[in-house]
């Protein structure tokens, strides 16, 4: 069922999420499928109805400073400093976890991912269940995250009890997340919030590459790894933002560093980060910002791909972009939408 978000509609869902069932929510990044983080059984559902393997940690959703504490262990003043700084908002904090967070949350790591969305529907909704709300995007496993009710309708609209409709998500693009649980903080995913920001806060921030990935608590590995450790298989991989094919299209989709690879021929789909005096006639095109604004970029992303999977092409090329600011999140997407495993 799908439902406009209005003082009623959201009571309902609160209602919903104390029974222990699952409930589609607006947040300023994406639309999350949310359930009681502390109802285990609750949260399994989370699972069944994305189709996500258990390994894969959730993020748990808060309204007020009260739950972090008693999700966590210790906050810390460099936890305090980026909370004071940018909650509520799209950043997501990697804490040590307390034993209140059942093992299914975080899927049995000793710690967890929180968040406090900036969202209203996301706030009201979270204070009116009274406790934390476990929730991943919104979307079958793998699949393009969810910005509008309709690409959740679409996906999981037959498995959940409800979906709270506000229309599009104003960031479009997931949380930032970023561990601290480690001796340095450690970037898990690029997101909503430019690394940049973060590091004006509290300095410089480790970031993953292919020799440097973290454990599978977020924190950063001493020593070498070795090439079979890399971040390409599910069982090594810490963090689902890390699958390589997360956010995928069923399109496969090439990242194109100038125009001129593209070929002409039918059916054939184009991204182009801003408006462009490039055409071809017989394809499809989506501008993700016509002034090539980030912001806009990246709220205009994952409705673009979604509309490019759908109009039947049969080949996307994205336009690749400088990896500053938000960039760097936009172009983290695009990769993955490019992975085909
Ligand atoms: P999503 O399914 O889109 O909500 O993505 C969840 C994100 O949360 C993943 O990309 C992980 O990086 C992150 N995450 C959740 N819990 C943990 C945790 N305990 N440790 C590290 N990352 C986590
Ligand atoms: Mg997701």
Redesign the pocket.
């Known amino acids: 069922m799908k439902l406009k978000a209005t003082v009623k509609s959201i009571k309902f869902a609160g209602s919903i999420i104390k029974k222990g069932g699952l409930v589609a929510f607006p947040t300023e990044t994406v639309y999350g499928l949310g359930a009681d983080a502390l109802n285990k059984e609750a949260v399994a559902k989370i699972f069944e109805a994305k189709g996500r393997p258990r390994f ?4 748990v959703h808060i309204a007020d400073l009260f739950w972090l504490k008693k999700l966590t262990r210790e906050v810390d003043e460099r936890t305090m400093s980026l909370i004071k700084k940018f909650w509520p908002g799209p950043l ?1 904090l ?1 804490l040590l976890k307390s034993s209140i967070v059942p093992d299914i949350v ?1 899927a049995g ?1 000793d ?3 929180i968040r406090m969305p900036s969202h209203p529907i996301a706030r009201k909704l979270i204070k009116l269940s009274q406790t934390p709300i476990a ?3 919104a979307n079958i496993f793998g699949r393009l ?1 969810p910005t509008t009710a309709t690409h959740v309708e679409k996906q999981l609209g037959e498995k959940i009890d409800l979906i709270l409709d506000d229309g599009k998500c104003p960031i479009g693009i ?1 949380s930032t ?1 970023l ?1 601290l649980v480690g001796k340095k903080p450690f970037l ?2 690029p997101g909503g919030l430019p690394l940049e920001e973060i590091e004006k806060v509290i300095g410089k921030v480790a970031i993953q590459s292919k020799t440097n990935p973290p454990d599978r ?2 924190r950063e590995r001493a020593g070498k790894t070795r090439p079979t450790e890399r971040c390409q298989s599910f069982g090594r991989v ?5 699958l390589l094919n997360h956010y995928s299209p069923k399109t496969p989709l090439k990242i194109i560093k100038s125009l001129k690879e593209i070929p002409s021929g039918k059916n054939i789909g184009i991204l182009f980060f801003k408006k462009s005096s490039f055409s071809i006639k017989n394809q499809t095109i989506k501008i993700l910002s016509e002034k090539g604004n980030l912001r806009e970029a990246a709220s205009n992303l994952f409705s673009a791909l979604h509309q490019l999977d759908e109009s039947g092409v049969k080949i996307i090329y994205a336009e690749s972009i400088s990896e500053s600011g938000l960039g760097r999140a936009i172009m983290d997407r695009l990769r993955r939408a490019s992975k085909k495993e």
């Open positions: 894969d940690p959730l993020i997501t990697v975080t790591l710690t967890v991912a929730a991943p995007s995250s997931e997340v561990s898990l995913r608590s977020g810490q963090s689902p933002g890390q």
